[in-house]
């Protein structure tokens, strides 16, 4: 295209918006309003209409790998971390509950005053919608207008804990659910906290094993939570075990392409692996927890976790 061609194509374009700014500036308040409204309701039924998948799991690492992994496709969004669960939706639904309550206070003065009664107040299904629709909206500025886009994942570990609420959301949501020998990520996660202690956390955990028998006690909760969804929802359940993606990762991640409903070709899962490793190096070291493991330290472990750990094929 040449510098006069260009010219004219930015003048075109330049002319349209000033034609939709006008025309909109044209229209009543409320008129422009009712048109926001209509937009925000159509960005948030494309999103909608897209696959919702959630990465989860008690593994910070194997979960950003394999969101890294996810957004590398072609046809997937994947962030982290909305945080939606564990800290939105509480703060969204107790400012719901407040306002009911004093909704309620206002009611009663007025009708005690001989007044009509003030009936305003959310319902259960209300705070649903409000909450779903608050993630929806994040979830489409991710998105922004990309139709290539036929799935949307987000990662947010503590959302292992809060499945049934999400399932309530969105009803048709999938899930990534990412595990590792509990006992070696007890021992990332001390040497992490260790590393960035000031004093408190070897005050409240003044031995590994302490702290073992409270990680395991976490960790064993969570897996659960997770593959109790699982067994509730066996074809919207996808588990991967990090350990296997270091032995043959291509199998599990194209798999894992098929469950989000996207292409699974294999220069596709090369590509996106390769971005993942890149990205988030999964430099897991498998058993590294026998290093630092007392006999303490193991019993601790093994009252908590013992049964979960043979179930899931970790070795003693």
């Given amino acids: 295209m040449d510098g006069s061609n260009?010219?004219?194509?930015?003048?075109?374009?330049?002319?349209?918006?000033?034609?939709?700014?006008?025309?909109?500036?044209?229209?009543?308040?409320?008129?422009?309003?009712?048109?926001?409204?209509?937009?925000?309701h159509d960005r948030l039924r494309r999103i909608f209409?897209?696959?919702?998948?959630?990465?989860?799991?008690?593994?910070?690492?194997?979960?950003?790998?394999?969101?890294?992994?996810?957004?590398?496709?072609?046809?997937?969004?994947?962030?982290?971390?909305?945080?939606?669960?564990?800290?939105?939706?509480?703060?969204?639904?107790?400012?719901?509950d407040s306002y009911n309550t004093e909704a309620e206070k206002i009611g009663n003065r007025m009708q005690l005053a001989g007044l009509p009664g003030n009936a305003a107040g959310f319902t259960f299904d209300d705070v649903d919608h409000l909450l779903a629709t608050a993630a929806g909206l994040i979830f489409a500025r991710w998105a922004g207008d990309d139709d290539a886009i036929t799935c949307v994942a987000e990662k947010t570990p503590e959302h292992v804990l809060a499945l049934d609420l999400l399932d309530r959301m969105f009803p048709d949501m999938v899930v990534v659910h990412v595990i590792r020998d509990g006992r070696d990520e007890a021992v990332s996660a001390w040497d992490f906290n260790i590393g960035i202690s000031r004093g408190e956390f070897p005050r409240k955990y003044p031995t590994f094993a302490s702290f073992a028998e409270t990680f395991a006690r976490n960790w064993s909760r969570s897996v659960g939570a997770a593959r109790r969804f699982g067994r509730n929802n066996r074809l919207r359940y996808y588990q991967i075990r990090c350990e296997d993606l270091l032995a043959e990762p291509a199998p599990i991640i194209r798999r894992l392409f098929r469950f989000a409903g996207v292409d699974d070709d294999s220069t596709i899962v090369r590509d996106s692996m390769t971005r993942a490793w890149r990205a988030v190096p999964l430099d897991l070291?498998?058993?590294?927890?026998?290093?630092?493991?007392?006999?303490?330290?193991?019993?601790?472990?093994?009252?908590?976790?013992?049964?979960?750990?043979k179930l899931l094929e970790y070795d003693p």
């Fill in 285 to 309: 070291d498998p058993g590294v927890w026998k290093d630092t493991f007392d006999q303490d330290a193991r019993r601790a472990f093994d009252r908590q976790c013992g049964e979960l750990l």
């Fill in 49 to 96: 209409d897209k696959r919702m998948l959630f990465i989860v799991g008690a593994t910070r690492w194997g979960t950003a790998w394999v969101q890294n992994c996810l957004d590398a496709h072609p046809a997937v969004l994947a962030k982290g971390e909305g945080h939606f669960s564990d800290i939105l939706f509480p703060l969204l639904a107790k400012a719901f």
């Fill in 6 to 40: 260009q010219d004219d194509a930015a003048g075109r374009a330049e002319t349209q918006r000033g034609a939709r700014a006008e025309g909109r500036a044209g229209k009543p308040a409320g008129a422009r309003a009712a048109d926001d409204f209509a937009r925000a």
